[in-house]
């Protein structure tokens, strides 16, 4: 009985992790737009990206400030590499990166190591 | 009262000046910047609203002007919140500013410009309002960062040591069975015992395992899981089980499901929370050679200003200051010798270890260093424009940038964690359901095991650290990586096309050979020639006069010159007819010239251009003039095929000569008279036959086909486009680069491979012996214990088998190579 009980917990427990972590999509924020047309966003970097996915509009020029909050190293440096910029984030400092995404599409930015992710979606 | 300088409200016993009673002072500095020149706070401080109107002038002016740069400040002497206003208006009246920000915290001021400005007018008007300013250096890899490195590595040193001491006892009152004098299974006294070491192992998770916990929070809320996630679960569930069992025994009715694991918690702690703080030190030195860069940086520059010399910071030298530099000294920015000359040891910036002879004219570079004499240049680049400067934004640029073989990583590394805890759940599941009694004891512990074992940032470190080490590596031998592809993709490069003028040669002609006829004198026919030639301005002209004046022969006016175009020159010297020109010239003014036919051939066959020297209407001799082989060239080619590299020549030469300059060199292929606008087409037919192209060359016409080319590399004596369209830059200008950038090359991907597979082995290795798939067959179950130390010290043997990089050498200064 209990062995029973515990096989579908677990399974229910996988398909929790599954849905959670690869299969729910959520929506994303919205960059602002600032002066000039510029869409802008902050984001915090403190073991992640907040907000981690920005909605951005094609052929606009954008301006993401990152900020980070924390000492450990894996954030250190963030990279857009579909973009070809990188930037080293000092702690507690602001950071501005500005492209022109051209296309739509989905594009990711990353620590060096890939551990922390965030994405940029231009419709 | 109020302060005119600042605006602030200040008490009656503030600072009052004689003459202005209605006024006091918030410090001793407005008082100072009041007295310097009271018209302008007076006019100000009558006006009420001044200050909103002139926020909402500069808004108008933000919004008008584009900002095109900023200036970071640093200012001293700010005491009161309010002097923030007074440094703002001060920078904001300055022509070109467009908005101006000052951090009293951080005593800097942020200065955005509409055009440039220099840095002396901005430190003129902060110093005018009674402040002092001077630019910031930029060091954004530097001190603050290495300040919270360090500070970071202390508290894990601290939180490593809590958590060992706590695990000595926790291990040893954890085996009743196996150590002596523990209290006995069950007893009062072992429960009371476990119940302490629950309270202090509790403690070791909220204070040495903080960061799991904050870590794994942060990443789930972005739906994302690190090795925070397995941790923080592996060492709580260990907790928890080991907790209920002690404090509810009465859901466990087996009295041998009631044991504890307080120890996996401690122990697990201790060890990663030490891995992280080695981690640290040692990723820290794979950004060493950056901080080499940074620190080449002088401080200081001598300058003449008014005529006299003056000290001043690097950073507030100006292009056409005149720059004045001792022996012994360090050449603080880019520039062009006027006066004086010397030896400079630019080994820092191009990697070539003997010292360069400079004179009047020749450019000298920032950050190098004088050795002999002293000399006076005029700046030509400073600030962030230096070539030292360019070469660290360089070189952070490519060690920000990703090499394809870590895509794919990323991609895996973007599963693992979350297959990871599916994995342990179907460890525990499999336990619990078909393992030896008791069960649930079993299933805990390889599940644990299974968490704390995966090791996600082995994984993550193993390609960024070595390109980190692999690229900063690159920059202390003279060669500057642009990205991680361009490393990456050189290691799998066998054929090496050269363009052949400026790259293979010099690029400019110079004498070669001398054949005398009718017992003339070498120097005499020589002299002659060159004293014909030095009212020419043709190139060949020049390289016969360069010639003569090397073997330091005297050269006499020419009268009666005449030029020919496409025949030769003719001109009296010392009442002599000379006339030098091809064979029909020679024809024509009535010298018998068949004898020098034969040599006239086989000059012509070496590449050479060959001209014929008559005096008074006899045969002199014969003079050949050719671009001639850089030095290293040959020996840098034999490097090439030593590293089994078919090397092709490409240039516009007719085939001849073509050939002539590759058999000298040692070339494998030649594509001769082939025009600037096909050299790409030429990189895409060799592509075409499969081969991983490295095109080298210098100039403008070869910037299609270095962007062609799998990696380009450009000659750093070369032009500035071809630089930016080359994935590469020798800085030196010399072939060797070409062989050093790829066993560099190789020497970096083959790190990476080493730490690729070593993770992905460890991975997949330790995550089926830790679920206990040896079990079955051998009886062998691994120790969570033991699964922490793995786990703690494969990300650091990663990264410090990274820094073996460190000690790589170009294979010409054999050593102790990697």
Known sequence: MSVVVANLVGLALIGLIVWYFWLSKPQGSLAGVGAGGTQEAFILVKGGYSPDTIRVEAGKPVKLVF????????????VFDAFGVSADLPEGENVPIEFTPSEPG?????CQMGMLRGKIVVS | MRDPVCGMTVGPGAATVDGYPEHGFCSEHCHQAFMADPGMYLEKDTVPGHRENATQESALRVATATKIDSIQLSVQGMTCASCVRTVESALGRVLGVVDARVNLAAEEATVDLDRAVAADDLMAAVSSAGYSARPVVDDSDGDAEQEGRHRLYRSLLRKFWFAAVVSLPVIYFSYPQIFPGVPEMGSTALNLIWGGMALVTLAVMVYSGSQFFTGAWAAFKHRSANM??????????????STVALVFPGFFPEERLRDVFFDVTAVVTALVVLGS????????RTSEALKKLIGLQAKTARVIRDGSEVEIPVEVVAVDDIVVVRPGEKIPVDGILVSGGSAVDESMVTGEPIPTEKTEGDTVIGATINKTGSFRFRATRVGRDTMLAQIIQMVRDAQGSKAPIQRTVDKVAGYFVPAVMIVGILTFMAWFTFGPAPALVYAVITAVTVLVIACPCALGLATPTSLMVGIGKGAENGILIKSGD??????RVDTVVLDKTGTITKGEPALTDLVVFNAFDENRVLAFAASAESGSEHPLGEAIVAGARARSLELVEAADFDAVPGHGIEAKIDDRHVVLGNLKFMADRGVPAGAAEETLERLADEGKTAMVVGIDGVLAGVIAVADTVKEDSVA????LHDLGLEVVMITGDNQRTAEAIAREVGVDRVLAEVLPEDKATQVKLLQAEGKTVAMVGDGINDAPALAQADVGMAMGTGTDVAMESGDVTLVKGSLTGIATAIELSKATIRNVHQNLVGAFAYNTLGIPIAAGVLYPFFGILLSPLLAGAAMAFSSVTVVSNANRLRRWRPSTQKGANT
Request: with cysteine.
């Open chain 2, 228 to 241: 925070y996630t397995l941790i923080a679960l592996g060492i709580s569930a260990a907790w928890l089980y």
């Open chain 2, 486 to 491: 361009a490393l990456e993709t050189a290691h």
């Open chain 2, 277 to 284: 703080a080695l981690e640290i030190r040692a990723r820290a």
């Open chain 1, 106 to 110: 989905e594009y990711e930015f990353a």
């Open chain 2, 636 to 639: 840098a080619i034999r490097r």
């Open chain 1, 67 to 78: 900020n980070r909050q924390e000492a450990d190293p894996c954030s250190e440096k963030v």
